[in-house]
């Protein structure tokens, strides 16, 4: 889309300067020459886009270094995730193996005695 938008205006400054083809003098320091006043438009206009480009690129660098490490992090931490989360499934099914032997062995006691508590180990 942007690329469209670009050769619109290009497209449309050139067409000025061919509508425009008055010649001007143009004194600019010590410079002075005369062309029509669609070319020096257009002259103005591509000097402009050089010169935005020129100071954006440094921003467009870094954004793109920024980028680029905050995609290589996702990625480490989207593989920690996922490292973790096989992690918890496997303790979910330890857990789950615990307490089907705890509920069975409840049921193999005889009816009216006290399920028996483990022995305290500590010191």
């Known amino acids: 889309m942007w690329i469209i938008?670009?050769?619109f205006i290009a497209a449309l400054?050139?067409?000025?300067?061919?509508?425009?083809n008055i010649q001007s003098s143009v004194h600019f320091f010590n410079w002075n020459f005369q062309q029509?006043?669609?070319?020096i438009v257009l002259i103005a206009f591509v000097a402009g886009i050089i010169a935005s480009s020129i100071f954006y690129l440094p921003t467009h660098i870094r954004n793109?270094?920024?980028?680029r490490r905050h995609r290589k992090q996702i990625a480490e931490l989207e593989s920690s995730l996922a490292g973790e989360q096989g992690r918890r499934q496997?303790?979910?099914?330890q857990l789950a193996v615990?307490?089907?032997?705890?509920?069975?062995?409840h049921a193999d006691q005889p009816a009216g005695e006290a399920p028996t508590e483990p022995a305290d180990t500590r010191h």
Not at 13 to 20: K, W
Not at 36 to 39: E, M, N, Y
Not at 90 to 93: A, I, W
């Open 13 to 20: 400054a050139v067409i000025f300067s061919l509508q425009n």
């Open 36 to 39: 029509s006043i669609g070319i």
């Open 5 to 7: 938008f670009s050769l």
């Open 98 to 105: 615990i307490h089907d032997l705890q509920s069975t062995s």
């Open 64 to 67: 793109h270094w920024k980028l």
């Open 90 to 93: 496997f303790l979910e099914k």
